[in-house]
């Protein structure tokens, strides 16, 4: 949808036109999956696919909020309560409401806004529309009130919304994707320090493609299974005497894994930690592979990547390994999930010339496998969150 049909849309609601539009886009991550919450290193890159934000100031505390996408009209949370505080917004006014709060929590004056929104990023299909959602609502508000945050401030203050407010536990690199990647580019970012570095990924100079199948499942076990894989990363990091799994390198790995046993620890826990080191040093390689302009050679990694998130890590689910065995049988150079897993979405680097053929095969197996069709659309490396209009 086009930035003035927010805005038209947005002056219909609340009888005026926007001070401006933004937007923020969605994600995929190409390698370094739940290495977040480790401390580790993560690559992920927008997508075309993104929220447009229409909104205006206003002086009253007062926030008002409407997505074109979800039924039910304007959400309102006033002033008495400084927006409620953490978790009192239901709903997914929770998200924009989350934003305010945290950027009232960090000192900031944020007085109350009008917000209209529609996205095109799918929901809950691992493409982080969340995330999405909150990034253009705290870049907006950053804009119109002159806070002079940076991409990275935002990003962090988008995050606590979503933990702290919403009450969902992520780590912060889908907030980061949003308000950081560029055009054309993966983002390489240490998630501990926040360091990045935006990476060349021009797939179609090298004939290549990416592309996400998004299989419209999620399983129920997702949201309690992310705690759990949480709460054991944080067990091997603590018995093994070091802040976060991300500071076990990765020669140091076996000697880690019997350490690991001698101290009694689980096969389970010893699994968690050899996924985490063996993917932080997959997102090296890539990173390697990519500055190298080497990139067919990324795609083994992958699919490596995914054998890791569903031996070791155990969050792949059956509909996302038929993307990856199919893709990879049809001639993809390599696939794998991407997200927290159980559902979601998985990535398949592939020839430019064999795209068609390889999400065709997907697709027939997973009719042959009696699922629904997933959706298949090209990974398009975009820019992060900005202002549209002015
Ligand atoms: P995702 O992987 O897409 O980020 P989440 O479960 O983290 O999945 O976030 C999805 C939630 O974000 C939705 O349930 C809804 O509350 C909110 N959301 C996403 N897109 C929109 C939208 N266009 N309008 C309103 N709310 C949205
Ligand atoms: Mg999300």
């Known amino acids: 949808m086009a930035a003035s049909a927010v805005a038209e849309e947005f002056e219909r609601l609340y009888g005026a036109a926007p001070e401006g539009v933004w937007a923020a886009p969605g994600r995929v991550n190409l390698i370094g999956e739940h290495t977040d919450y480790n401390d580790g290193f993560v690559m992920p890159l927008a997508l075309p696919?993104?929220?447009?934000?229409?909104?205006?100031?206003?002086?009253?505390?007062?926030?008002?909020?409407?997505?074109?996408?979800?039924?039910?009209?304007?959400?309102?949370?006033?002033?008495?309560?400084?927006?409620?505080?953490?978790?009192?917004?239901?709903?997914?006014?929770?998200?924009?409401?989350?934003?305010?709060?945290?950027?009232?929590?960090?000192?900031?004056?944020?007085?109350?806004?009008?917000?209209?929104?529609?996205?095109?990023?799918?929901?809950?299909?691992?493409?982080?529309?969340?995330?999405?959602?909150?990034?253009?609502?705290?870049?907006?508000?950053?804009?119109?009130?002159?806070?002079?945050?940076?991409?990275?401030?935002?990003?962090?203050?988008?995050?606590?919304?979503?933990?702290?407010?919403?009450?969902?536990?992520?780590?912060?690199?889908d907030q980061m994707a949003s308000a950081c990647c560029a055009e054309g580019h993966a983002l390489y970012l240490d998630t501990r320090d926040l360091a990045q570095r935006q990476v060349p990924f021009d797939l179609a100079a090298q004939g290549l493609g990416l592309l996400v199948v998004d299989t419209r499942v999620k399983h129920e076990l997702g949201d309690g299974a992310y705690a759990e894989r949480r709460a054991g990363c944080e067990a091997g990091a603590r018995a093994l005497g070091v802040p976060a799994l991300r500071d076990v390198a990765y020669d140091g790995l076996p000697a880690a894994l019997d350490r690991l046993a001698a101290l009694g620890e689980s096969a389970t826990v010893r699994a968690y930690t050899r996924h985490v080191v063996t993917e932080n040093a997959r997102v090296e390689r890539v990173i390697g592979l990519l500055d190298a302009g080497d990139v067919r050679a990324v795609g083994p990694v992958l699919t490596e990547g995914h054998a890791s998130l569903r031996d070791d890590l155990r969050v792949s689910c059956a509909e996302l390994d038929l993307v990856v065995t199919s893709a990879t049988a049809a001639g993809a150079l390599g696939a794998r999930m991407t997200g927290g897993g159980f559902g979601g979405s998985a990535i398949v680097l592939v020839e430019a010339e064999t795209a068609d053929a390889v999400a065709k095969s997907v697709t027939e197996a997973f009719a042959a496998a009696g699922y629904a069709a997933p959706r298949v659309f090209p990974a398009i490396p975009s820019r992060g969150a900005h202002r549209v209009t002015h």
């Open 49 to 173: 696919h993104r929220t447009l934000a229409a909104v205006s100031r206003r002086t009253d505390g007062v926030l008002r909020v409407h997505s074109a996408d979800i039924p039910g009209g304007i959400v309102q949370l006033d002033a008495a309560g400084e927006f409620g505080g953490p978790r009192s917004a239901g709903g997914w006014a929770a998200y924009p409401a989350g934003v305010v709060w945290a950027l009232r929590a960090a000192g900031h004056a944020v007085t109350g806004a009008d917000l209209h929104l529609t996205s095109t990023v799918p929901t809950g299909a691992g493409l982080s529309s969340s995330a999405s959602l909150e990034v253009v609502t705290a870049l907006a508000l950053d804009d119109l009130f002159g806070l002079g945050l940076s991409a990275t401030e935002l990003a962090v203050l988008s995050q606590r919304a979503e933990n702290e407010f919403v009450g969902v536990p992520c780590g912060v690199m």
